[in-house]
């Protein structure tokens, strides 16, 4: 159950339910004395997390583009990483690697290679400018998804003028 652990601990036994969301982790523990016993914990806990998550769905935008880099980002570019690709004989070469998500649950990948591009800056900057164009598709993506939807039910709208009023890095 994606979402939801157990917890047995000496003073502690329940369910504990956690939901990510713009970034922050909301979280609720159902404990087996409270809701008489480990199936109803259980059966109160997945009630709770299907409820959060109808009325609070994921945006559009926050699973297709990421606003900053993660802590084990070395680029400083979001989407680009600097890695290694094999040749056809197995030898390791340098490379940075761009990943994007052009549809939901859909990811893409391609490899910018440092003897390609002639030098390490050089295939950076292909990178980066690569990155730059898909995160511009995604984002008129968005905005005919917008266009589509009326204003107070889209969870995209917010986010999407965030990401219109930010520069992108490059």
Not at 1 to 15: E, L, P, Q, Y
Not at 66 to 76: A, E, F, Q
Not at 118 to 140: D, N, T
């Amino acid at each position: 159950m994606k979402g939801i652990s157990r917890i047995d601990s000496r003073n502690t036994h329940g369910w504990f339910v956690r939901v990510y969301r713009d970034g922050k982790i909301h979280s609720k523990m159902f404990s087996d004395g409270v809701h008489e016993g480990r199936e109803k914990a259980l059966e109160a806990a997945q009630n709770y997390k299907d409820e959060y998550e109808r009325k609070h769905p994921p945006s559009h935008a926050t699973t297709r583009l990421r606003l900053r880099p993660t802590k084990s980002n070395t680029s400083g570019v979001v989407g680009i990483s600097e890695t290694f690709g094999r040749s056809k004989n197995g030898k390791k070469l340098p490379c940075f690697s761009v990943s994007w998500r052009p549809r939901p649950n859909q990811s893409k990948s391609k490899s910018f290679f440092f003897n390609t591009y002639g030098s390490r800056e050089a295939a950076f900057e292909a990178a980066v400018a690569f990155r730059k164009a898909r995160e511009h598709e995604i984002l008129e993506g968005l905005d005919e998804l917008i266009e589509d939807e009326k204003e107070d039910e889209n969870p995209s709208k917010a986010m999407l003028f965030i990401l219109k009023q930010r520069p992108l890095k490059g």
